[in-house]
């Protein structure tokens, strides 16, 4: 009978990072007397670039901690037959990491609806999108980038601004931490499922990261370079850069996400999901809730099919007896301010 062969080698899912959870999942043999079994699924290390391997865990789970900061880690896998005596055979995955050192890079998880997932897309998908869309501001320098850390940064932000918007339906797993992915139903057709995060969000979070990139309130977040080639800086320091990247947030907390804006930010008139570019909008509005966070009888900015209220104190010709300002709407392209008089209102439509 022929010996145990490697047919395919173990693999592990996850993010490598102080923070992040690693998961093994075993290989695949061929050959040897039926029945064939995995009988140890777990975790190795190495300290001098995979020269020597010593044994880290017995279990597909691997949390990282700083105990694996600057190893190199792989999955062992082993399987046994029912030969007398036995046959067994070791298959080892590709080497994972180094584990980076907390501070040194950006915590970054596209993983379909997992736990720690920081973004609705991921840099490769992001790149491939944008790469075919015209040269809007940002996405020139996004493509000629291959700066990958900005570009997590940036997704992780844009993901943040988008998933404080009010949704359609209803998220698909108590663990995730994100909107996304959702299950969206409209007059009986099923526009969501949970198996995927459809077009419109992937590619309103790919344009709205280049779009952030180009703001400058963003361009440079701590921890980070920038598109346009700079080396990072700033001067806040929240702690939270491994996680998301985000100089103007006092605290970011992922799996249930939580986000505090911090109280010195000044982010001028460049914050706010009320001000996400025109492209953006278009792509967004079919799935947002009628009322938007804020609402418009709140006096705050809101999203409703396709139109935009906010505040205001526009005016177009002179001003009627009695009239005060009110709102203005972003409908169909054109800008309408709104006055109040009494229980009457009047528009201007430009």
Known sequence: ?????????????????????????????????????????GWQFSTDSGTTWNDLSDKASLPITTNETGKLLRVRNVWKDSDDPADEIELFSE?????????????????????????????????????????????????????????????????????????????????????????????????????EIPYDIQLATAYLAAWLATKEDYAFLPGGGSLNGGSGGGSID??????????PFEEVTIGPINVKMRATADLGEGWGWELLPPFVQSLLWKWLCNVGPGGIQGGGPSFSQGNVGRRSVARLHRRLPNQVPGNFWLKNGKLTPRYYDGMFSYHEAN
């Open 238 to 247: 929240t702690g939270n850069d491994q996680i998301a990247g985000l100089a």
């Open 1 to 41: 009978m022929a010996r145990m062969n490697r047919e395919t080698a173990p693999t592990a899912s996850g993010i490598a990072m102080l923070g992040g959870t690693l998961t093994a999942k075993p290989g695949s043999v061929r050959g040897g007397i039926a029945p064939v079994s995995s009988i140890a699924l």
């Open 95 to 195: 080497a994972i990491g180094p584990v980076p050192e907390p501070g040194t890079a950006v915590f970054f998880d596209c993983t379909f609806g997992s736990p720690t997932q920081t973004s609705y897309i991921c840099v490769e998908n992001a790149d491939a999108l944008l790469a075919s869309m015209p040269q809007s501001p940002g996405v020139k320098e996004w493509v000629e980038s291959s700066d990958d850390n900005a570009k997590k940064q940036y997704l992780n932000l844009a993901t943040q601004v988008l998933d404080s918007l009010c949704w359609l339906g209803e998220k698909c797993f108590c663990e995730q931490p994100l909107q996304w992915p959702r299950k969206v139903l409209d007059c009986g057709c099923e526009l969501a499922t949970c198996d």
